[in-house]
């Protein structure tokens, strides 16, 4: 859609006497966007990280509860990135993620003053807000890293998961497979003064036929990331996204996910 979209914008700029000066100026701000895109993607010069995530020897309870001692073994950022920048903050976010037999567990907490929650999915009237048209946030998948294929959760409080299936296609655009990816992800969030916090339990050994035939094992190794969307002026429906690391552009860019190995415990030898 998008191609499409800028294909037209440009054939409005060649031919402006067609259409409206509206429409012309809208075509005009979606090509002069396009162009910063493409600048900021010519000067990136930073890799997508490498991580090794530990192996929780105790399971938290997936109850918006992130004081959980359990979570004090699995990796943990502090601050955030927005998404095409290389400058970190010291917002207040904090990020984590760990595995356990065959399931990726992780929990967020974002500090907000104005949380909204919006529950649409595909196929609902145009007049429900859908979830990332909000607060939430956005898990990334890569299960293969020769496969273009990748799954998205979108996940808020309220036990809210909303799961996609994806295709990176050689244009560069994604495809969407599905959806409405059923899958047994456990989430629960919490809202309190200064935020909110999520956990979430995802059942990464089913995403491929290896995982499903003999399980997670330490030294797997998958692609992943874990981006938030604010909704900062609910006045105006414009949206950020950050993410606990320098990513380009945002979570669809698959060739800015993470390198993720599964590991042994934080604390073993």
Known sequence: MKSERMRFNRMVRKHPEEVSAARRAVALADLAENERDNQVARNWDLPAPEFCLPRLPRLPGIDGKIEDAAWGEALTWRGSFPCSGKRHYEDGSVWQLAWHGNDLYGSVFFPDSDMIFYRGRQGEPKTVKRIYQGDCLEVFIQPEEKS???????????????????????????????????????????????????????????????????????????????????????????????????LLYAGHNLFGHARMTLGKPKNSD
Request: hydrophobic residues 35%.
């Open 148 to 246: 273009p294929y990748y799954v998205e959760y979108l996940l808020c409080p309220g036990n809210f998961a909303w799961g996609l299936e994806h295709v990176l296609l050689e244009s560069g655009f994604r495809m969407t497979l599905n959806f409405h990816f059923q899958t047994d992800v456990a989430v629960a969030g919490r809202v309190c003064e200064k935020g909110y916090t999520l956990e979430f339990r995802i059942p990464l050994g089913d995403l491929t036929q290896r995982w499903r035939r003999r399980g997670l094992q330490e030294g797997d190794l998958f692609r992943m990331t874990l981006v938030r969307i604010n909704l900062e002026n609910p006045k105006e429906p414009k949206t950020t996204r950050s993410s606990f690391y320098p």
